[in-house]
């Protein structure tokens, strides 16, 4: 069975700093990998996703991450964090097609210090 | 892009009472639907996996004859919490697929059962 690891349950850096959230995959094969942004009461919004090809993805409002096979991880990264970036992150995988379920990471709690 | 909507979007009701929750795709047809649930501060896990036209499927340790989904059309799937109590409160979320795309995620619905 797949499963997905957020080692770090909260997060706090200042604005302006740079942010790297974590993730690290378990699966036979190599799944589509996702992150998912959840504000306070809202549903998920998607930021960005993988499913082959150059292993380093962009995504929306400034994210990217790095599908690293040797280390079955599938990294979040921002430059430069806004204040607006304080949210929860889930990262989640499925098993080959991407409509399949999805099974979440624990999530990680992103605070922004002003 | 694909939406997905949600309702009610909040929702309280009294020990032993059902509730219905909607879940519909707005400009989309989805031949199937997802359903979570979300404990505060914790992460989704599936509830069931809703197909148009067929039963949906339950994941294990889920109750069926408590939470009956119907999936009736190609953009309405509905979650029905019946003789809700205390414990059964929660953040329900469902999201929508195209065959062979990703999910696409409602906006949740926040159940408070008193």
């Known amino acids: 069975a797949q499963s997905v690891t957020q080692p770090d349950i909260h997060i706090t850096v200042s604005e302006g700093a740079s942010l790297e959230l974590r993730c690290n995959y378990s699966?036979?094969?190599?799944?589509?990998l996702f992150w998912y942004v959840q504000s306070p009461g809202q549903g998920l919004q998607l930021l960005l996703k993988?499913?082959?090809?150059?292993?380093l993805v962009q995504g929306i409002k400034g994210f990217e991450a790095e599908f690293k096979r040797s280390q079955s991880s599938f990294n979040l990264r921002k430059p430069s964090v806004h204040w607006s970036d304080a949210a929860e992150y889930f990262c989640?995988?499925?098993?080959?097609?991407?409509?399949?379920?999805?099974?979440f990471g624990g999530g990680t709690r992103l605070m922004v210090k002003p | 892009g694909a939406v997905v909507s949600q309702h009610p979007s909040w929702v309280i009701c009294k020990s032993g009472t059902s509730v219905k929750i909607e879940c519909r795709s707005l400009?989309?047809?989805?031949?199937?639907m997802f359903w979570y649930r979300q404990f505060p501060k914790q992460s989704l896990m599936l509830m069931a996996t809703s197909n148009e036209g067929s039963k949906a499927t339950y994941e294990q340790g889920v109750e069926k004859d408590k939470f009956l989904i119907n999936h009736a059309s190609l953009t309405l799937s509905t979650l029905t919490v019946t003789s809700a109590h205390p414990e059964d409160s929660s953040f329900y979320i469902c999201?929508?697929?195209?065959?062979?795309?990703?999910?696409?995620f409602g906006p949740g619905t926040r159940l408070t059962v008193l």
């Open positions: 999201s929508a697929r195209v065959v062979a795309l990703e999910q696409f």
């Open positions: 699966y036979g094969a190599t799944p589509y």
């Open positions: 993988y499913f082959s090809g150059d292993t």
């Open positions: 989640a995988v499925s098993p080959g097609n991407a409509g399949n379920m999805l099974t």
């Open positions: 400009d989309f047809q989805a031949t199937t």
